[in-house]
């Protein structure tokens, strides 16, 4: 496994992550969720602007990112996790 499939399972392909990004997503913006590269490639293209609106959606891109990371090595150490929808709060709080 590659480093773009491992972030893609992580972040974009996983059930759990695909559903808590789609929600952070579904918040202001609609559309389908992509692989790891399409949505680097969308955040980087489209996040540039200085508005209130792109200040909070950096913001829970990078909480996104944090937080699924967090939630995938509990995972991997066999610790307790976040729901899904606990994770959802979980970033809304960061952001």
Same mark, same amino acid.
């Given at each position: 496994?590659? &480093?773009?499939?491992?972030?893609?399972?992580? $972040?974009?392909?996983?059930?759990?992550? =695909? *559903?808590?990004?789609?929600?952070?997503?579904?918040?202001?913006?609609? =559309? &389908?969720?992509? #692989?790891?590269?399409?949505? %680097?490639?969308?955040?980087?293209?489209? %996040?540039?602007?200085? @508005?209130?609106? $792109?200040?909070?959606? *950096? %913001?829970?891109? +990078?909480?996104?990112?944090? &937080?699924?990371?967090?939630?995938? +090595?509990? =995972?991997?150490?066999?610790? @307790?996790? %976040? #729901?899904?929808?606990? #994770?959802? &709060?979980?970033? *809304?709080?960061?952001?």
């Amino acid at each position: 496994m590659d &480093v773009a499939e491992m972030y893609d399972h992580i $972040f974009f392909e996983c059930s759990f992550s =695909r *559903k808590v990004w789609h929600s952070v997503l579904f918040c202001s913006i609609h =559309r &389908v969720v992509g #692989t790891w590269r399409q949505e %680097l490639d969308w955040t980087i293209l489209k %996040l540039k602007g200085r @508005s209130l609106l $792109f200040a909070i959606l *950096k %913001l829970a891109w +990078n909480a996104y990112l944090c &937080v699924i990371w967090r939630q995938r +090595n509990k =995972r991997y150490l066999g610790a @307790s996790f %976040l #729901t899904d929808d606990a #994770t959802m &709060v979980h970033i *809304k709080e960061l952001v």
